[in-house]
């Protein structure tokens, strides 16, 4: 039974891999040029740039922890073998993203845009996508919140700050462009941190996380010297607005 919903695990995050791939081809094909805004704003770019940012302010905060004397106790991973960690991370990825994305966000707002706008499209919220306001910032500050205080128990306090960064990044990534979207970004973050602790490919890993964290510093740079930000051009409503056309209609956004 575990080995069947692993398989079915790794469907589901290989189907949205391929969507935000889809999604990418479809908007190159629609423009015909790669430097585009739309290909910038585009699901599958924000993922890694959100990724790449992520990773370099995990780095700095791990650096800062280290010269203050104080790191996340990782000891609790001592505990099980390398497949299961394996597993664990997998399952992470999507698992945590429903239990605090979904859960704290999604639902909240699809429940109260119905409230608003009493349309019974507005459960497509749950998907995510739906954009900025001033009610999703509320829910990603307390669902990321909720995400750093779970790390607690396992982590110890040095690592609720972190995953309370992490939470909002990925909160982002949510609300803006939806569940794939964040799922993707959560599994490979973890990946990451995986990858590191047990030693595979060690060399491998270092080079790729160190890849990661200078695209992330390039990220911010960029965003910094060209007066661009995440979310520029934003019209921040209160509650957001049912989609005109399902899911699709979110989704498609960008």
Request: glycine fraction near 10%; proline fraction near 3%.
């Amino acid at each position: 039974a575990l080995q069947i919903y692993a398989v079915t695990l790794l469907c589901i995050e290989l189907i949205m891999f391929v969507y935000a791939i889809y999604r990418f081809v479809s908007i190159l094909h629609e423009t015909k040029d790669l430097s585009s805004e739309r290909i910038e704003r585009s699901g599958l770019t924000a993922m890694s740039s959100i990724l790449a940012v992520s990773l370099f302010a995990s780095v700095i905060y791990i650096l800062f922890t280290l010269y203050m004397g104080i790191s996340p106790d990782a000891s609790w991973l001592d505990k099980y073998p390398e497949e299961q960690l394996a597993f664990m991370f997998m399952n992470a990825g999507l698992m945590e993203e429903i239990t605090t994305r979904v859960l704290y966000i999604g639902v909240p707002a699809a429940v109260i845009s119905f409230i608003y706008y009493r349309k019974r499209s507005s459960v497509y919220c749950i998907l995510g996508g739906f954009g900025q306001t001033r009610l999703t910032w509320a829910l990603i500050l307390i669902s990321s919140l909720i995400f750093g205080l779970e790390h607690y128990e396992e982590w110890g306090w040095s690592k609720v700050l972190d995953a309370f960064i992490g939470g909002v990044l990925f909160g982002y990534l949510y609300t803006e462009y939806g569940l794939y979207a964040s799922v993707l970004a959560h599994m490979v973050n973890d990946t990451f941190v995986l990858v590191g602790y047990i030693g595979f490919g060690a060399s491998i890993e270092g080079f790729a996380m160190l890849g990661m964290v200078f695209l992330g510093a390039l990220t911010v740079l960029y965003w910094i010297l060209s007066g661009r930000r995440p979310l520029e051009n934003e019209e921040f409503g209160n509650v957001p607005e049912p989609p005109a056309e399902g899911h699709r209609g979110y989704w498609r956004r960008h």
